[in-house]
């Protein structure tokens, strides 16, 4: 994982640039960041907590983020973030098993065939069965799990699937995920602005087409 500096850096723009102007992070928060850098926890999931927090004080109340002064405020939306990639990162929260064997591809695989099995609709067919295919391409013979690039995965697949759907749903998706940021786009750098704009419409799509993930959360994987 990469150095102290850049992982908290990293978090803290990405936060900042949703949360706006005139806003610091608390000692607490860095702690937060710590802690999570200390568990290995990726910045991609951290990243994924913070957007749905926002994504959820805007539904919720219609503030996003003036509803979310510090980073604390996101941390359980970021939690919820990390209970369900812990196939990727279980081992390092003190699990006594992972996805991150043979076996675990098996199982994934076996979730994402009765996901293709019980779909009746073409698209989002298809789209489990892209995430299958992106699934079993990318195990590498050396023994290398795929588990790891999952969240990757499952972007790509969003994408892919974002751009079948027609023009028009299309656009109005796009609309949608820049509602939900607001004026504070005006803020934001070009890279967090596209970034924020897919990761917000990716929780749209989600909600929206009822897509479930292929990984598992705590409770899924211990029943």
């Not at 908290?8 to 706006?20: N, P, Q």
């Not at 994504?55 to 503030?63: L, T």
């Not at 996901?115 to 590498?140: G, H, P, Q, R």
């Not at 750098?189 to 598992?216: C, D, H, P, V, W």
Request: glycine residues 6%.
């Amino acid at each position: 994982m990469e150095n102290n500096s850049n992982y908290v850096k990293e978090i803290e723009t990405y936060f900042l640039s949703l949360a706006g102007e005139g806003i610091m992070l608390s000692s607490m928060d860095y702690g937060l960041i710590m802690d999570w850098k200390n568990k290995e926890i990726p910045k991609e999931v951290v990243f994924k907590g913070i957007n749905r927090a926002f994504s959820e004080a805007k539904s919720r109340d219609g503030q996003g983020p003036k509803s979310l002064r510090t980073l604390k405020h996101c941390a359980q939306c970021i939690e919820n973030s990390i209970d369900e990639f812990r196939p990727v990162i279980g081992k390092n929260l003190n699990r006594a098993e992972s996805l991150d064997d043979e076996s675990g591809i098996d199982i994934v695989v076996e979730r994402l065939n009765n996901y293709i099995k019980s779909n009746n609709d073409s698209l989002t067919k298809s789209y489990y069965m892209n995430m299958k295919e992106k699934l079993l391409a990318s195990i590498d013979i050396s023994g290398n799990n795929v588990l790891s690039q999952s969240a990757k995965i499952e972007e790509e697949s969003l994408e892919e699937f974002f751009g079948n759907l027609p023009q028009a749903e299309r656009e109005g998706i796009t609309l949608e995920a820049r509602s939900l940021l607001g004026s504070r786009a005006r803020h934001m750098t070009k890279t967090a602005l596209e970034e924020s704009l897919i990761s917000f419409r990716n929780e749209i799509l989600s909600k929206k087409y009822n897509l479930k993930g292929f990984l598992f959360s705590a409770e899924e994987y211990s029943g």
